[in-house]
């Protein structure tokens, strides 16, 4: 997705995680997928460590748009007031969607990995274009 996402030459991404490793008893982490996923992408792609609930807010409060499955960082970036792409399950979605922002709601029946990359590939065009041409033109 970021790879398609980045050819477009339009956004750039922000690639966040959960430091620490995956075996880790007290919060497991995602060391290991970021690094496949930051030798893949490697200066394309700014990628930024989570370790703490205010380095997470901080880095969604300074993005522009957010993609998020169901889970805190997308419930956070909607309470910041960010524009979302949200990917939840149908019957999560009834009562749990991105509140009072700007969002499209991709919704699966049971899982969300049932959804293609390119419904949300799809969506993070469609409101990313949405929110550009909304911004003000700077005079010279």
Not at 28 to 35: L, V
Not at 102 to 128: N, P, Q, R, Y
């Amino acid at each position: 997705l970021a790879e398609r996402i980045l050819l477009q030459k339009k956004f750039n991404v922000l690639f966040l995680w959960a430091p620490g490793s995956k075996n880790s008893p007290a919060f497991p982490g995602d060391d290991d997928e970021a690094e496949k996923i930051i030798i893949k992408l490697g200066k394309r792609v700014l990628a930024y460590p989570t370790p703490t609930l205010n380095a997470l807010t901080a880095a969604l409060a300074a993005s522009d748009m957010v993609g998020s499955l169901d889970t805190g960082n997308l419930h956070i970036a909607a309470a910041l007031g960010k524009p979302t792409v949200a990917l939840m399950t149908k019957s999560k979605s009834l009562c749990w969607y991105p509140w009072k922002t700007e969002h499209i709601l991709i919704t699966a029946e049971e899982e969300v990995k049932a959804i293609s990359v390119d419904k949300v590939f799809e969506a993070v065009i469609t409101l990313g274009e949405k929110l550009q041409n909304c911004r003000p033109v700077k005079k010279p």
